[in-house]
């Protein structure tokens, strides 16, 4: 008997991936795990007659001679994957996206970094010409948005680009798609995240702003993921986990998400027995206080994150800086000839003032530039502290709508950060 299977808390990846591996391995059935996201549940009671597959319960272990595994690499993430685990007589073909190391070992792997594990069964499908029905294009089109967030997820490939324009062209439906991956959000909800944003508490942990959230929740409560989306938009942080654990259980969900900043959340996820992609990630702990999954991750970040980029990377240093009384036609010389766009007014080693380009617009005639830039320099500053992020950096330029940050530590001007040093760095075009 040849089987697919693949990970429990099944999402829309998953799911696809099963059935794309179906037209793959004709005689191979589908067995889904009896662990479903909600919206893929919702799916699957609609399109029941359409997609045929067999329970876990229904598949006599014993009689499985071909494992076709899909969209994960770790036998825990697989009902009875200890069971599976023990069979060496098993022929195993892999099919992952997942960037962490493997756990299931076979020379039948198909691995690639991309968006969602269901774009590399496209391809192929693709590749050998098959002709998909609207019902099937449908589905694999959502579990490669529900994997790259509408293909705006750092991780997105080209490939997954190409595969899903394929699967429009064979008649994929986007509207049907986003019914059923536009997750639930209600009273229930928003309680959650009302509680969540009451209660925010974060940290810098190896140059990641982050913040960590411990909720009781009553029953069963679905979109806690959409709810931790919404705190890290909210929140502004580069990471933001939510400890959820439920009233008389001794069990807790952890959902983490984030951005393109370098904390690998997925990777944490994995430490935890979970796992996930470099922006989002889950786990499930049984027998754990929710005090003591927060230190893990904490635990987690510190030891095996490779730290961020800071800003005393990038800031420009030592700083070219003026005087409060230097006159603005001297300003004006130091723009012209050196290219300058704006500097910092220093007091001392106090920055009290930046005085830009922008500032001359206040003169009204050209007698004035005999004046001093106190008069002219902007009193509002905003600094920065050379350990924080690139993140929070770009977060205060667009907050603020200004060009450059003085770097300051103990009080003191070290350095200077322009936009341009930060969209060297998210385009980059750092030297080597």
Not at 389 to 413: F, Q, Y
Request: hydrophobic share 45%.
């Amino acid at each position: 008997m040849e089987i697919i299977v693949t990970h429990k808390n099944m999402d829309f990846d998953a799911l696809a991936s099963v059935f794309a591996a179906a037209l793959l391995y004709p005689p191979a059935k589908p067995v889904l795990p009896r662990a479903v996201n909600p919206n893929v549940k919702a799916f699957l009671s609609i399109h029941k007659n359409c997609f045929v597959y067999h329970d876990q319960s229904d598949t006599p272990l014993e009689k499985i001679n071909r494992l076709i595994v899909v969209d994960t690499a770790n036998w825990a993430r697989l009902e009875n994957g200890e069971q599976l685990k023990a069979r060496t007589d098993l022929d195993i073909i892999l099919w992952d996206h997942h960037p962490e190391a493997r756990e299931i070992k076979t020379p039948w792997t198909y691995h690639q970094a991309v968006g969602a594990t269901v774009t590399l069964l496209v391809k192929n499908l693709q590749e050998e010409k098959r002709k998909l029905s609207p019902m099937e294009a449908t589905l694999f089109i959502a579990g490669i948005y529900e994997d790259t967030g509408n293909l705006t997820f750092p991780s997105t490939t080209v490939l997954d680009l190409k595969a899903a324009g394929f699967l429009l062209e064979q008649g994929a439906d986007l509207t049907m798609a986003q019914s059923f991956l536009r997750p639930a959000y209600g009273p229930k909800q928003k309680d959650v995240l009302f509680e969540m944003l009451k209660n925010e508490n974060r940290i810098n942990l190896q140059g990641f702003e982050v913040s960590f959230n411990r909720v009781e929740v009553t029953g069963h409560t679905s979109g806690l993921a959409l709810v931790v989306d919404m705190f890290l938009d909210i929140m502004n942080v580069d990471a933001a986990f939510g400890i959820f654990s439920e009233t008389g259980k001794k069990h807790c969900i952890v959902i983490g998400r984030g951005g393109s900043n370098g904390l690998n959340i997925g990777a944490v996820m994995k430490k935890m027995g979970g796992g996930g992609h470099p922006s989002a990630g889950s786990a499930l702990l049984k027998s754990m206080e929710s005090g003591a999954v927060e230190e893990w991750i904490k635990e987690l970040i510190l030891n095996h994150q490779k730290p961020s980029v800071c800003i005393s990377d990038l800031m420009t240093t030592p700083v070219v800086s003026v005087a409060p009384e230097s006159q603005m036609k001297e300003i004006a010389l130091i723009f012209r000839q050196q290219g300058y766009t704006g500097l910092p007014v220093v007091a001392g080693d106090k920055v009290i003032g930046i005085i830009s380009r922008q500032d001359f617009r206040k003169m009204r005639r050209p007698d004035l530039l005999h004046l001093p830039v106190k008069a002219f320099m902007s009193n509002k500053v905003i600094t920065i502290s050379p350990e924080s992020s690139v993140a929070k950096a770009t977060r205060l330029m667009v907050k603020h709508d200004i060009g450059r940050l003085p770097v300051v530590k103990d009080g003191i001007l070290i350095g200077i950060l322009t936009r341009s040093d930060a969209m060297r760095h998210y385009y980059d075009l750092l030297p080597a």
